[in-house]
């Protein structure tokens, strides 16, 4: 019996239109829309493709996002004066340094970035300050990602106090914020990598799994209990055609769209998974969709806050 | 056979004398001392004997450490405005405002206060921004008994990298700083908890194990797999004559002290679990002096990054 779907775009779309009225009322009370700053330095390809997703999706949601262009070979020093303007501006209500910064600006400059951000404008939750205020179980920006999961487990009412959770993956966008929101919501929790002994026993011990490695279809059936929630975070774009069939059963659709395209987008969890699990969130179609949606849904946070302090 | 005893008294001495040296030099460097700043409000009296401790360690390893006292029926403002204090001090390294604050000063007087003290004088590790510089794995102030205990494991040439771990309590000073200390050396850690179902079981899965959850004789032997280093950061007074005795082998020479003084500090690991685990830590003397011990390091780190500065 295949696996329920959990749909990330319908999540995604019940969490926008609940923002609407958010968004109308602050506009009422504030005398402007809210208002979203973007840096973007360079060209990366994804980096375009996402902040293009990000500029319209917020568009429609009654969110003023304006992109600031940085040039490629810029020094560091122009996101920070960038970061400092949206900081000052007194209607910018949130602040987003797009990933990956160009190489050049140095090893450290994502994270000089990242200081410089007003915690109160930090809609990415990235800043020391919103990843503290999270440990502490405090309001404050939470990451979108692990954010938008939440939201969708939520509304699938799926069962997390008492829940074994099973977080492939440590890093500071997902893996640790997404272990840290499952244990206060009451699971018990444990966080695997690449150095952990046995994964797929580990991941079998869990009620809910969450795949966050970037890496194409690497969760297969002996990491899942059978019933078992999977939340697939991965959004890897493949082209090697050996890896796509063997991601893809031989009459998927998709395999028409990746010899036309050269390229599929496929999550961390092999569709195999299907089988075993209880319900799972498709790629595309799952997390990402959540992952704009609580971009915004911050950025209405911030501005409220804003307005009430 | 018995566990191997996990020395803290020892390792807090050890830690202590490789501080005399960076002590010595920076107050050569800096024409001054390293300077702790202690801020007592009330008369708790676990809190005095604490605040004594910490005086007279520091003293002894060259550190200033200076006490300010706040009547216990003052506002919390007076607390405030004892931090605000210290951190225009240009002499002050470090600030520690000594838990618990009076309850007449409010719910949330002990956010209001953390949220007050510089994060570069923060030797308790406590504020949002060195907590998210931790999860961040970047240098900076982290909680003291956890920091301690992983000074003890490294000493005690325990293993971490691969090792199974598993944490029972989740507070912000001791459980989630440890999960996500040993999580960057490279464990697989479970976080456990009062919601966390067949406790037994998932404390047996691991090589580590740290109890810390304030409840005396807690953990008993069917919680440890064999060999496992348990790490007892319990301390629980004890008065009650029929615990002691459950907690205490007959022929214990601690059953005298109790006779003698009425109560007895015990951790929150049965004393049988010694039959089953390879190494263990006491109480008293295991973890205790290392959280001082790390207070001073703290101190000394903080002392030596502002003259950088």
């Known amino acids: 019996m295949a696996a329920r779907i959990l749909d990330g775009t319908a999540a995604a779309q019940a969490i926008r239109a609940e923002l609407a009225p958010r968004v109308r009322a602050f506009t009422e009370r504030a005398g402007r829309t809210p208002r979203l700053g973007i840096v973007l330095a360079g060209h990366d390809p994804g980096s375009e493709i996402y902040v293009r997703n990000k500029l319209k999706t917020a568009g ?20 920070l004066a960038a970061v400092a303007a949206l900081n000052a501006r007194r209607d910018a209500d949130g602040i987003l340094v797009q990933s990956p910064l160009p190489e050049a600006m140095g090893a450290d400059a994502e994270t000089r970035v990242l200081d410089a951000i007003d915690p109160a404008k930090d809609v990415d939750g990235f800043t020391p300050a919103n990843v503290g205020r999270l440990v502490q179980n405090r309001p404050g920006l939470v990451a979108c990602t692990p954010a938008g999961i939440m939201e969708l487990l939520s509304r699938e009412q799926v069962a997390i106090q008492g829940a074994r959770a099973v977080v ?45 490695i970037g890496r194409p279809g690497f969760v297969t059936p ?10 697939d975070v991965g959004i ?22 990746f010899a036309k395209r050269g ?12 089988e075993v699990a209880g319900a799972l969130t498709p790629v595309p179609g799952g997390v990402g969709p959540l992952t704009i949606a609580m971009l915004l849904a911050n950025t209405v946070a911030a501005a409220e806050a804003r307005l009430r302090a």
């Open 60 to 79: 429609e949601a009654g969110i003023v996002a304006e992109l600031v262009r940085i040039p490629e070979e810029a020094p560091v020093e122009e996101v």
């Open 168 to 212: 492939i993956g440590r890093s500071d966008i997902v893996g640790k914020p997404m272990a840290l929101l499952l244990l206060h919501r009451h699971a018990t929790v444990t966080i695997c990598h690449s150095r952990t002994r046995d994964l797929p026993a580990v991941a079998r011990t869990a009620d809910i799994l969450v795949a966050a």
């Open 222 to 231: 002996e990491f899942v209990k059978p019933g078992a929630v999977v939340v």
């Open 236 to 257: 890897n774009s493949v082209s090697d055609e050996a890896l796509v069939r063997r991601l893809l059963p031989p009459d998927s659709p998709r395999l028409a769209a």
């Open 263 to 274: 390229s599929l987008t496929v999550g961390d969890v092999h569709p195999s998974v299907s």
